[in-house]
């Protein structure tokens, strides 16, 4: 089993308290959310292969490292995943990008699935899967679940804020998977919703309610 990643960077716990402030408005909650998926990616990437090239710099012939091909896809959860999109495609602009849909149902908080269109070639890529926000961890799994059906090999989950009880769901159904948070919340509320949060991630993006 993977160990998740709880980011302890300063820049990223700024940038989290700043989301979490009700008084943080659409455009600026927006813009975070991309700057902190940006952060998490340039981690999440580590492992990515290098290859070595013959290059010639002003002063001599070199041999330096580039990215040895493996490319990236991004797979959002709708709705409130696409806005981690954006930072994903700041670092790495030839991503591709699929979608996932699912919506919590209201009474059972259990994910109903509505899309899925991801890329063909998704076998050959690096997966991160993004949502903001994992409370039961259902939907992750889930999500998971529908890239590993599509032939996913290398699969990442990236989330702003997960609860304790959504990580463990989340690592004991796919232990394969490695799991990026940038902050770990105790509790949940009678709606799934997560204490203390930052709301409705989906809401808070597009402006919404
Ligand atoms: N989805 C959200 O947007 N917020 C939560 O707290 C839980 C799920």
Redo the contacts with the bound molecule.
């Keep these: 089993m993977n160990d998740p990643i709880i980011f302890d960077h300063p820049l990223i716990q700024h940038k989290v308290t700043l989301l979490r402030d009700k008084n943080t408005g659409t455009k600026e909650f927006r813009e975070i959310v991309a700057e902190v998926a940006m952060l998490m990616c340039y981690e999440a990437t580590r492992d990515l292969p290098l290859r070595e090239v013959e290059i010639e710099t002003p002063m001599s012939p070199a041999r330096a490292k580039v990215l040895a091909g493996r490319k990236l896809a991004a797979v959002p959860i709708l709705r ?1 995943g696409l806005g981690m999109v954006e930072g994903i495609l700041r670092l790495s602009p030839a991503a591709k990008v699929g979608h996932i849909g699912l919506y ?1 149902d209201h009474e059972t908080h259990l994910p109903v699935e509505y899309y899925c269109k991801l890329p063909s070639d998704i076998d050959e890529r690096e997966v991160i899967v993004l ?5 039961t961890g259902y939907s992750a799994a889930d999500a998971i679940s529908m890239v590993k059906r599509h032939g996913a090999l290398s699969i990442n989950f990236m989330c702003i ?1 997960s ?1 304790a009880e959504g990580l463990a769901h989340l690592r004991k159904t796919h232990p394969d998977v490695h799991i990026y948070c940038a902050a770990l919340d105790e509790k ?1 509320d009678d709606n ?4 203390p ?8 993006i597009f402006g919404t309610k």
């Design positions: 409130a919590r949502d903001p926000m994992m409370a804020i609860s949940m799934k919703y997560i204490v949060g930052l709301g409705d991630a989906g809401d808070r």
